[in-house]
C-alpha cells in the first residue's frame, strides 16, 4: 500500500469516527425510561391501617362528596383540549406520585448541600463569621432525613385518611362515570374522591416551602402540573383535587407543629454545645476542624432532635471507640496508613460509588431513591408506596438522631487529624468520626427495606455493608466507626419496623 493509499484511508477513518460522534455524541441524550405505574392491588384495607402521627381528622376538613355528575363538564373539556405538553405531563405523574415527589425532595437536598461561605473583609482576611441565608440552610444529611420524613409521613397519614374519605363517599372517576371520556391514566377501581395526587403534591411542596421559603412559586407550579394531569387524563374532577387539597393542609398544620417542637431549630446551638464540649473528657485524640477558616463543628446537639420511633438517641448508645493506648486504635490507624498508600480498583471503585457528598442527595436520599426504585418495581399502589417510603424515611431521621448524639457524645478525631500523612479520596465532613453517618443510614434503610422486600434482603444488607466500607477505602473513618455505625443503624431500622408491623399494613 503506498503512503497515498495510506493517507486516503486515514482520512475516511476519520471522517466516519467524526461523523459517529457527531451523532452519538452531540445527540440528544435521553432520560432513563419508567414505566407508569399500575398497581396490582388499590389496598382498600389500608381504611384500617394505624397513621404514624396524625391519628384522627376532624369530619368537616373533607367536604361532602358532590353527586357522580358534578364536574364532568369541566373534565370533558379538559379531555378534548389536550395539548402534546399536558400529555407529557400525564405520563410523568402516571409513573408514580409517591416516588415522584420524593424525586423532587431529593433534587432539593442536591440543590442546597452547599456548604455556607465564611465572611471575608475587603483584604480577604476572615470576620470570623460564616454567611449561611436562614432561606437557604445546608441541606446536611440529618436536615434531608428530616426532610423526608416529614414529607413521607405526612404523605403516609394524609393517604390513610384519604382511602378512609374515598371508600366512605365510593365516589366513581369521571371516566367510569361517563366511558366516552378517553382516560390517559392507567384504569383503576379506586374511587376518585378525595383525589390522591393532590395530598400527595401538598403534603410535599408545604414541607419544602416551610424549609426553603423561596421555592415556594416553583413548587406551586409543580402542584398545578401534578393535580392539574389527573384533571386532563379524565380520573378526577375539580372537586376531587379540592377535597384532596383540604385533607393535606390539615396534615400540614400537625407536621408544622411537630417541626416547631422537635428541638432542630437548637441542633445549631454553639454556645450551648461549648458547654458541653468543655466538660468532655476522653482517652482518644478529639476531633477539630481542618477547614481554613475553622468552621463550628455541624450541628452538635443533633442528638437531641426529636425521633420518631427510638426510644431516645441514648438509648442505642454504643459505648465508648477504643482509646488511643489499644491495640485495635492503632491497627486501625495502621489500616488507614497502608490504605493511603495502596487500594485495589475495587476498594477505589466502591469509595466512588457511594461517596455521595457535598452537592449530592447525600447517603439519606440514595437509600430513598432505592426506596423509589423498589416500590415503584413492585407496583404498589400510592398508599403502599407512602407506607415504605414513611418507615424508610422515619429510620434515616433515627439514624441521623442516634449516631449525631454518638458523635457528640465521644467527640472522635477524623483519622487524617490523627495521622496528616492519610490522605483522603473524599471530602472530609465537618463534623466527628464516631459512629459513621453514611453507615447507620445505610443500616437503618437496609432493615426496613429488607422487611418490605425479604426476597431482596441479602442484595440489601450486601449494600449496606458495602456502602460502610466506602468510608473506610476513602479513609474518612476507620473501622470501628462504621462497624459501629451499620449495627447502630439496624438497630435503629429495627425500631422502624416494629412500628410497621403493628401498623395493620400487611
Known amino acids: 500500500m503506498n503512503n497515498k493509499t495510506t493517507t ?38 389500608a381504611i384500617a391501617w394505624t397513621p404514624i402521627l396524625v391519628v384522627d381528622v376532624p369530619a368537616n376538613v373533607i367536604p361532602t362528596a358532590p353527586a357522580n355528575d358534578e364536574g364532568l363538564d369541566a373534565v370533558r373539556t379538559a ?80 393517604l390513610i385518611h384519604a382511602w378512609r374519605a374515598k371508600y366512605a363517599a365510593r365516589r366513581l372517576a369521571p371516566y367510569v362515570v361517563d366511558p366516552s371520556i378517553q382516560t390517559l391514566a392507567p384504569k383503576t377501581n ?20 416551610l424549609l426553603y421559603p423561596g421555592e415556594r412559586a416553583a413548587m406551586e407550579a409543580l402542584y398545578t402540573d401534578a393535580t392539574q394531569s389527573r384533571i386532563w387524563a379524565g380520573v378526577a374532577r375539580p372537586s376531587d383535587v379540592a377535597a384532596g387539597d383540604s385533607l393535606a393542609m390539615f396534615i400540614v398544620t400537625k407536621l408544622k407543629a411537630r417541626a416547631t417542637a422537635d428541638k432542630w431549630s437548637d ?56 482509646s488511643e ?47 423509589e426504585d423498589r416500590s415503584r418495581s413492585a407496583n404498589f399502589s400510592a398508599v403502599r408506596s407512602a407506607r415504605v417510603h414513611a418507615y424508610v424515611a422515619c429510620a434515616l431521621h433515627d439514624a441521623a438522631v442516634a449516631c449525631w448524639y454518638t458523635k457528640y457524645k465521644y467527640f472522635t478525631a477524623r483519622p487524617c487529624t490523627i495521622d496528616p500523612t492519610v490522605s483522603m ?57 462504621c462497624e459501629v455505625g451499620l449495627t447502630q443503624g439496624y438497630n435503629v431500622g429495627k425500631a422502624s419496623v416494629d412500628k410497621a408491623r403493628l401498623d395493620a399494613g400487611e
Open 8 to 45: 486516503l484511508l486515514r482520512l475516511i477513518i476519520g471522517v466516519c469516527i467524526t461523523s459517529l460522534c457527531v451523532v452519538s455524541c452531540d445527540g440528544p441524550i435521553d432520560t432513563p425510561f419508567i414505566a407508569e405505574l399500575t398497581p396490582t392491588s388499590q389496598d382498600s384495607s
Open 79 to 158: 379531555v378534548a383540549g389536550r395539548t402534546d405538553a399536558q400529555r407529557t405531563s400525564i405520563r410523568r405523574w402516571n409513573q408514580g406520585a409517591v416516588q415522584e415527589w420524593s424525586t423532587i425532595a431529593r433534587k432539593m437536598v442536591v440543590k442546597y448541600n452547599i456548604t455556607p461561605a465564611a465572611e471575608r473583609n475587603p483584604d480577604g482576611t476572615f470576620t470570623g463569621r460564616f454567611l449561611p441565608d436562614p432561606a437557604k440552610p445546608l441541606a446536611s444529611p440529618p436536615f434531608a432525613s428530616r426532610m423526608f420524613s416529614l414529607i413521607e409521613v405526612g404523605t403516609y397519614d394524609g
Open 190 to 209: 379506586l374511587p376518585s374522591y378525595p383525589n390522591e395526587d393532590a395530598i400527595i403534591a401538598r403534603v410535599a411542596v408545604e414541607v419544602i416551602v
Open 267 to 322: 441542633a445549631d446551638n454553639q454556645p450551648a454545645w461549648k458547654l458541653r464540649e468543655a466538660a468532655l473528657v476522653t482517652t482518644w485524640p478529639k476531633w477539630k476542624s481542618v477547614e481554613s477558616p475553622a468552621r463550628p463543628p455541624l450541628h452538635p446537639l443533633g442528638g437531641d432532635v426529636l425521633p420518631w420511633n427510638i426510644s431516645s438517641a441514648a438509648a442505642l448508645n454504643p459505648g465508648p471507640p477504643p
Open 325 to 371: 493506648s489499644d491495640p485495635k486504635f492503632q491497627a486501625e490507624m495502621n489500616e488507614m496508613r497502608q490504605l493511603a498508600k495502596n487500594r485495589t480498583r475495587d476498594q477505589v471503585r466502591i469509595a466512588n460509588y457511594w461517596e455521595a457528598g457535598g452537592g449530592t442527595e447525600g447517603p439519606p436520599g440514595v437509600w430513598m431513591k432505592i426506596a
Open 425 to 481: 479520596s473524599a471530602g472530609l465532613p465537618n463534623f466527628p468520626g464516631y459512629s459513621s453517618g453514611h453507615s447507620s443510614f445505610s443500616g437503618a434503610s437496609a432493615e426496613v427495606l429488607s422487611y418490605f422486600f425479604p426476597a431482596s434482603e441479602n442484595e440489601l444488607r450486601a449494600m449496606a455493608v458495602e456502602a460502610a466500607n466506602s468510608r473506610i477505602y476513602s479513609r474518612i473513618h476507620v473501622r470501628v466507626d
